[in-house]
C-alpha cells in the first residue's frame, strides 16, 4: 500500500509544478464561521466545504470539533477517499450553553502535507428571552392627564415556552399586555406585546420600570421609563425646528409642531404666521370662531422654501386666547445651490478598474491602477493586454469574491474558474490576469481624462450582476423590507439565467440568499418586495424611467421588485434601451434615469461585441450636444468586476458589502475637470446623490452609510464647454441595429 501511494505521488509531482503543489491538497470554504446571536439552548446551523484540489485521491483520518458546537460531516473518512476535484460539506451547529462569546476549532486531520486543516468557529449565546426597548421616554405630559401608550416587545427566543409570573410598572407608569401570564405560556418563538403610559402626578422628572417577571435564564427582565410631569399650560413642541439642506427655491418635507392645550378651558387660537423662507403647509388646529377643547392638541405642519443659499432663519408664531398670548417656534435651514436637474445612470458590466482602465494619463495624475497582480502563490503576475471583446468569462458570483479576496490579500483570482467555450482560450493564470488594450476603449478614456474619474469606487455587494442591479436601485438585495438576507447571486432554476428572470421568473427558479454569518443555505423565488429610490422620487412627483432590452432580463432590476413589476410604476421601464436617444432629442428626458445596455454593447467578457465604448459614447454626446447639457450629471459604472484582476481590497462591511472595485466616470458641467477621486464611493453613494440632488428621504439601505459624491463636483465653477466623445460608432449605428437584443451570458 505504502508503495502505491509513493508511486502515486511520483507521478503527481512529474504533472505538478511546485508552484500548483504549494497551494495545498484541498481547500476550506469558508476558513471562519461566525453564528451570530442565538439563545441559550438553540441550535443554528451554517456549512464549510472541503474540495481536495489535487489529482489524487485524499484521504480524510478524522474531522472534530468542541465546546458548544458538532458537526454531521458528509465527507468520507479513512479508508474511503475523497476522490481528485471533489468536494464534501461538513454541516455545523451551535447550541450555546451560556452567555456571551463561545468558540471552537473545527479541525480536518488529512493525509496531506498541510493537516490539519483548521476552521475557526464563533458565536454568542444571549438571553433566552428579551425586552425592548430597554428604555422609553415619554416627554412632556400634563400632570394628571395619562399619555398615549408606548410599546414594548417582550420576545421569546427559545425553542420551548416561557412561564409569566408578573408584569409590573412602578412610578406614574401602568400597563396592560395581552401577555400570557402562569399558568398559561408565551409559546417558542414568539412575542407579546406591552402597553406602557405615564400620568405622572407632580410636575418634574418622573421615572419608572417595567418589569417582566419568569422562568427563562436572565430573569427579571427590565426597561428603564422616564417622563416629564408639566404644569397645566398652552405648549409648542418641539421649541425648535432645522430643516435638512434644501435645494434653492425649491420646498422639501414638513415638519410638524404640536399645540397642546393643557389648559381646564377651550383654548381660542386667533391666528398662525411665519417668518423668513419658511410657511405653514396644513394645520389641524381650529380655525376662526372655534376652539381647542381642553386638553386637546392640533398639529401645524411648516415646510422650507430657501430664496437664497447659506443658513436662513424665521419664526412660527401662534397667538390664542391664554395668558401667554403668543407662543413662538425658532426655525432654521440652509438653502443649497445646486443645477442638476437630471441624473442619468449608465451602467455597464463586469470590468473591474484595474482591468479596463489601464490609461497612462490617469495614472500618471495619481489614479491607482495597476501594471501587475499577485497570485496564491504571491508572484507576481504582470497583466497583459487583451481585446474589449475577449472570448473567455470568469466566475463572478460570491464564491469567486471569497477566492479573490483570500482574506483581504487579493491573490486569488488566479483561483477563479474560467468559463470559456474557445480551445484556444488561455488558462486562468493569465486569462484573469490582464487589461483592456488602449485601442478598444479611447471613448472610456476621454470622458475619464476631461471630467472626473474614481479609483476608489466599489461594487456594494460582493456577487454578480442580479444583486448589482437591485442595489443600484435600491440600496439593497434583501428580500423584504425587514429582512436581514441579502440575494447574494444570480438566479438558478427554471430557463437560462438571463433569459427570463424576477417576478415574471418560472414558478421554480430561485436565488441563493447570504445571511450575517455568510451562510449562503436559505433561497427564495426572485421576486422582491423592497422600497427603491423610484419610490421616493414618485413620492416628490419627479419623473423616473429605466432604459432597457427586456422586461425580463437580469440586468432589469425593477422586474424583480414586485411592486413596480406588476403596479402601475412598470410602464416606465422602456424597451428599448435606445429609446434614451429619442427622448433626449424630443425633450423627454425625465428627472432620473437608468440606461442599461444590450448584450452586444454592455462590456461583459465572452457576451460582448466591443460596442460598450460607443454605446456610452452616443448617450453621453447626445446629452452633451442638447439642452440637457447645463444641467445634467451623467455617472458612467459597471455593476460587477466580472471576475479580472483588481489590486486594492475592499472595505468590508458585513458579510456581503463591499465588492471589489469597479471604475466611476461623472461626466457634467460642474464635475471636477481632469480630477481623480480617492474618496470611497459605492453603488449607495450615487442613490444619495440623487437623494441629495432632490432632497429625497434616506432609503435607509445603502445609501444611509455611503458618501454623496459631492468631492467629484464643483457647483461653483465655470461650467465646462462639452466636446464630443470621439468613437468608431455614432447612435445611428444603435438606432438602426435590427438585431434581436442579445441578454447576458452570466451561466
Same mark, same amino acid.
Not at 276 to 288: A, I, N, Q, V, Y
Not at 298 to 316: D, E, K, N, Q
Not at 352 to 380: K, Y
Given at each position: 500500500?505504502?508503495?502505491?501511494?509513493?508511486?502515486?505521488?511520483?507521478?503527481?509531482?512529474?504533472?505538478?509544478?511546485?508552484?500548483?503543489?504549494?497551494?495545498?491538497?484541498?481547500?476550506?470554504?469558508?476558513?471562519?464561521?461566525?453564528?451570530?446571536?442565538?439563545?441559550?439552548?438553540?441550535?443554528?446551523?451554517?456549512?464549510?466545504?472541503?474540495?481536495?484540489?489535487?489529482?489524487?485521491?485524499?484521504?480524510?483520518?478524522?474531522?472534530?470539533?468542541?465546546?458548544?458546537?458538532?458537526?454531521?460531516?458528509?465527507? $468520507?473518512?479513512?479508508?474511503?477517499?475523497?476522490?481528485?476535484?471533489?468536494?464534501?460539506?461538513?454541516?455545523? +451547529?451551535?447550541?450555546?450553553?451560556?452567555?456571551?462569546?463561545?468558540?471552537?476549532?473545527?479541525?480536518?486531520?488529512?493525509?496531506?502535507?498541510?493537516?490539519?486543516?483548521?476552521?475557526?468557529?464563533?458565536?454568542?449565546?444571549?438571553?433566552?428571552?428579551?425586552?425592548?426597548?430597554?428604555?422609553?421616554?415619554?416627554?412632556?405630559?400634563?400632570?394628571?392627564?395619562?399619555?398615549?401608550?408606548?410599546?414594548?416587545?417582550?420576545?421569546?427566543?427559545?425553542?420551548?415556552?416561557?412561564?409569566?409570573?408578573?408584569?409590573?410598572?412602578?412610578?406614574?407608569?401602568?400597563?396592560?399586555?395581552?401577555?400570557?401570564?402562569?399558568?398559561?405560556?408565551?409559546?417558542?418563538?414568539?412575542?407579546?406585546?406591552?402597553?406602557?403610559?405615564?400620568?405622572?402626578?407632580?410636575?418634574?422628572?418622573?421615572?419608572?420600570?417595567?418589569?417582566?417577571?419568569?422562568?427563562?435564564?436572565?430573569?427579571?427582565?427590565?426597561?428603564?421609563?422616564?417622563?416629564?410631569? *408639566?404644569?397645566? *399650560?398652552?405648549?409648542?413642541?418641539?421649541?425648535?425646528?432645522?430643516?435638512?439642506?434644501?435645494?434653492?427655491?425649491?420646498?422639501?418635507?414638513?415638519?410638524?409642531?404640536?399645540?397642546?392645550?393643557?389648559?381646564?378651558?377651550?383654548?381660542?387660537?386667533?391666528?398662525?404666521?411665519?417668518?423668513?423662507?419658511?410657511?405653514?403647509?396644513?394645520? +389641524?388646529?381650529?380655525?376662526?370662531?372655534?376652539?381647542?377643547?381642553?386638553?386637546?392638541?392640533?398639529?401645524?405642519?411648516?415646510?422650507?422654501?430657501?430664496?437664497?443659499?447659506?443658513?436662513?432663519?424665521?419664526?412660527?408664531?401662534?397667538?390664542?386666547?391664554?395668558?401667554?398670548?403668543?407662543?413662538?417656534?425658532?426655525?432654521?435651514?440652509?438653502?443649497?445651490?445646486?443645477?442638476?436637474?437630471?441624473?442619468?445612470?449608465?451602467?455597464?458590466?463586469?470590468?473591474? *478598474?484595474?482591468?479596463?482602465?489601464?490609461?497612462?494619463?490617469?495614472?500618471?495624475?495619481?489614479?491607482?491602477?495597476?501594471?501587475?497582480?499577485?497570485?496564491?502563490?504571491?508572484?507576481?503576475?504582470?497583466?497583459?493586454?487583451?481585446?474589449?471583446?475577449?472570448?473567455?468569462?470568469?466566475?463572478?458570483?460570491?464564491?469567486?469574491?471569497?477566492?479573490?479576496?483570500?482574506?483581504?490579500?487579493?491573490?486569488?483570482?488566479?483561483?477563479?474558474?474560467?468559463?470559456?467555450?474557445?480551445?484556444?482560450?488561455?488558462?486562468?493564470?493569465?486569462?484573469?490576469?490582464?487589461?483592456?488594450?488602449?485601442?478598444?476603449?479611447?471613448?472610456?478614456?476621454?470622458?475619464?481624462?476631461?471630467?472626473?474619474?474614481?479609483?476608489?469606487?466599489?461594487?456594494?455587494?460582493?456577487?454578480?450582476?442580479?444583486?448589482?442591479?437591485?442595489?443600484?436601485?435600491?440600496?439593497?438585495?434583501?428580500?423584504?423590507?425587514?429582512?436581514?438576507?441579502?440575494?447574494?447571486?444570480?438566479?438558478?432554476?427554471?430557463?437560462?439565467?438571463?433569459?427570463?428572470?424576477?417576478?415574471?421568473?418560472?414558478?421554480?427558479?430561485?436565488?441563493?440568499?447570504?445571511?450575517?454569518?455568510?451562510?449562503?443555505?436559505?433561497?427564495?423565488?426572485?421576486?422582491?418586495?423592497?422600497?427603491?429610490? *423610484?419610490?421616493?422620487?414618485?413620492?416628490?412627483?419627479?419623473?423616473?424611467?429605466?432604459?432597457?432590452?427586456?422586461?425580463?432580463?437580469?440586468?432589469?432590476?425593477?422586474?424583480?421588485?414586485?411592486?413596480?413589476?406588476?403596479?402601475?410604476?412598470?410602464?416606465?421601464?422602456?424597451?428599448?434601451?435606445?429609446?434614451?436617444?429619442?427622448?433626449?432629442?424630443?425633450?423627454?428626458?425625465?428627472?432620473?434615469?437608468?440606461?442599461?445596455?444590450?448584450?452586444?454593447?454592455?462590456?461583459?467578457?465572452?457576451?460582448?461585441?466591443?460596442?460598450? $465604448?460607443?454605446?456610452?459614447?452616443?448617450?453621453?454626446?447626445?446629452?452633451?450636444?442638447?439642452?440637457?447639457?447645463?444641467?445634467?450629471?451623467?455617472?458612467?459604472?459597471?455593476?460587477?468586476?466580472?471576475?479580472?484582476?483588481?489590486?486594492?481590497? $475592499?472595505?468590508?462591511?458585513?458579510?456581503?458589502?463591499?465588492?471589489?472595485?469597479?471604475?466611476?466616470?461623472?461626466?457634467? $458641467?460642474?464635475?471636477?475637470?481632469?480630477?481623480?477621486?480617492?474618496?470611497?464611493?459605492?453603488?449607495?453613494?450615487?442613490?444619495?446623490?440623487?437623494?441629495?440632488?432632490?432632497?429625497?428621504?434616506?432609503?435607509?439601505?445603502?445609501?444611509?452609510?455611503?458618501?454623496?459624491?459631492?468631492?467629484?463636483?464643483?457647483?461653483?465653477?465655470?461650467?465646462?464647454?462639452?466636446?464630443?466623445?470621439?468613437?468608431?460608432?455614432?447612435?445611428?449605428?444603435?438606432?438602426?441595429?435590427?438585431?434581436?437584443?442579445?441578454?447576458?451570458?452570466?451561466?
Amino acid at each position: 500500500m505504502e508503495h502505491l501511494r509513493s508511486s502515486r505521488w511520483l507521478l503527481v509531482l512529474s504533472l505538478l509544478s511546485t508552484a500548483s503543489l504549494s497551494a495545498g491538497a484541498q481547500t476550506l470554504t469558508p476558513t471562519s464561521v461566525n453564528f451570530g446571536n442565538w439563545a441559550v439552548g438553540n441550535t443554528g446551523h451554517a456549512s464549510v466545504y472541503l474540495r481536495n484540489t489535487l489529482v489524487v485521491p485524499l484521504t480524510i483520518l478524522g474531522i472534530s470539533v468542541s465546546g458548544d458546537f458538532g458537526q454531521s460531516s458528509t465527507c $468520507p473518512l479513512a479508508p474511503n477517499e475523497l476522490a481528485a476535484g471533489e468536494a464534501c460539506s461538513i454541516p455545523l +451547529t451551535f447550541t450555546p450553553t451560556a452567555l456571551g462569546l463561545r468558540t471552537a476549532t473545527l479541525t480536518i486531520n488529512d493525509d496531506s502535507s498541510t493537516s490539519p486543516q483548521a476552521v475557526a468557529l464563533s458565536g454568542n449565546g444571549e438571553n433566552p428571552v428579551g425586552l425592548a426597548p430597554l428604555s422609553q421616554a415619554f416627554g412632556l405630559q400634563v400632570v394628571h392627564t395619562t399619555s398615549a401608550a408606548k410599546t414594548f416587545t417582550l420576545q421569546n427566543y427559545q425553542t420551548v415556552p416561557v412561564n409569566i409570573a408578573s408584569i409590573s410598572t412602578s412610578g406614574d407608569f401602568a400597563q396592560t399586555s395581552d401577555c400570557p401570564v402562569s399558568p398559561n405560556t408565551l409559546p417558542a418563538r414568539l412575542n407579546c406585546k406591552i402597553l406602557v403610559t405615564f400620568t405622572p402626578t407632580s410636575v418634574g422628572v418622573r421615572t419608572g420600570e417595567l418589569t417582566i417577571r419568569d422562568d427563562a435564564a436572565g430573569s427579571p427582565q427590565g426597561s428603564s421609563l422616564r417622563g416629564t410631569g *408639566t404644569a397645566a *399650560t398652552v405648549t409648542l413642541s418641539p421649541t425648535s425646528l432645522t430643516f435638512a439642506d434644501q435645494v434653492t427655491h425649491t420646498t422639501g418635507p414638513g415638519q410638524v409642531v404640536t399645540l397642546q392645550n393643557g389648559l381646564s378651558v377651550p383654548l381660542t387660537i386667533s391666528a398662525i404666521s411665519t417668518a423668513g423662507d419658511f410657511s405653514r403647509k396644513s394645520t +389641524t388646529c381650529p380655525g376662526p370662531g372655534k376652539t381647542l377643547a381642553a386638553g386637546g392638541s392640533c398639529t401645524i405642519s411648516v415646510v422650507f422654501t430657501p430664496t437664497t443659499p447659506g443658513i436662513r432663519t424665521g419664526a412660527l408664531s401662534v397667538s390664542d386666547s391664554a395668558s401667554a398670548s403668543i407662543q413662538v417656534v425658532g426655525l432654521s435651514g440652509t438653502g443649497v445651490a445646486t443645477p442638476i436637474e437630471h441624473v442619468v445612470i449608465i451602467f455597464q458590466e463586469n470590468r473591474s *478598474t484595474d482591468n479596463l482602465f489601464h490609461d497612462p494619463v490617469l495614472i500618471s495624475r495619481g489614479a491607482d491602477i495597476a501594471s501587475s497582480g499577485l497570485n496564491s502563490n504571491n508572484q507576481v503576475i504582470p497583466l497583459k493586454p487583451a481585446p474589449l471583446a475577449n472570448t473567455w468569462d470568469m466566475g463572478h458570483n460570491h464564491a469567486p469574491f471569497v477566492l479573490m479576496y483570500n482574506g483581504g490579500k487579493m491573490n486569488g483570482a488566479d483561483k477563479i474558474p474560467l468559463l470559456c467555450q474557445d480551445p484556444n482560450c488561455p488558462p486562468p493564470a493569465y486569462a484573469n490576469y490582464t487589461y483592456v488594450q488602449a485601442s478598444d476603449v479611447g471613448p472610456y478614456f476621454q470622458m475619464a481624462e476631461e471630467y472626473t474619474f474614481a479609483d476608489r469606487m466599489f461594487q456594494t455587494n460582493q456577487g454578480p450582476s442580479f444583486p448589482a442591479h437591485q442595489f443600484i436601485i435600491s440600496g439593497t438585495s434583501a428580500p423584504t423590507a425587514d429582512s436581514n438576507l441579502f440575494a447574494a447571486d444570480n438566479p438558478m432554476g427554471g430557463t437560462k439565467p438571463g433569459a427570463d428572470t424576477g417576478c415574471t421568473a418560472p414558478a421554480n427558479q430561485f436565488v441563493k440568499l447570504i445571511n450575517p454569518a455568510g451562510s449562503e443555505s436559505q433561497s427564495q423565488y426572485p421576486c422582491f418586495e423592497h422600497q427603491a429610490i *423610484t419610490d421616493s422620487l414618485d413620492g416628490m412627483g419627479l419623473s423616473w424611467r429605466y432604459y432597457t432590452t427586456s422586461g425580463g432580463l437580469l440586468w432589469t432590476g425593477p422586474n424583480a421588485i414586485e411592486h413596480i413589476r406588476l403596479g402601475p410604476d412598470w410602464a416606465n421601464v422602456i424597451i428599448p434601451n435606445t429609446t434614451v436617444l429619442s427622448d433626449i432629442h424630443n425633450g423627454k428626458l425625465p428627472a432620473v434615469s437608468w440606461v442599461i445596455p444590450n448584450g452586444l454593447a454592455s462590456d461583459h467578457p465572452r457576451n460582448s461585441g466591443g460596442d460598450g $465604448p460607443s454605446w456610452v459614447a452616443s448617450v453621453v454626446n447626445a446629452i452633451g450636444n442638447s439642452q440637457y447639457w447645463k444641467n445634467t450629471a451623467i455617472l458612467i459604472t459597471w455593476d460587477d468586476w466580472g471576475g479580472w484582476y483588481d489590486h486594492v481590497a $475592499p472595505p468590508i462591511l458585513n458579510s456581503y458589502e463591499y465588492g471589489f472595485r469597479v471604475p466611476l466616470i461623472v461626466v457634467s $458641467p460642474y464635475a471636477k475637470a481632469a480630477y481623480i477621486s480617492h474618496t470611497t464611493h459605492d453603488f449607495g453613494s450615487m442613490l444619495k446623490f440623487i437623494e441629495k440632488t432632490y432632497n429625497l428621504p434616506s432609503l435607509g439601505y445603502a445609501d444611509a452609510s455611503a458618501d454623496d459624491l459631492s468631492d467629484c463636483f464643483d457647483f461653483s465653477q465655470t461650467p465646462l464647454t462639452f466636446h464630443t466623445i470621439l468613437a468608431p460608432l455614432g447612435e445611428d449605428y444603435f438606432l438602426n441595429d435590427k438585431r434581436p437584443p442579445v441578454d447576458p451570458d452570466d451561466d
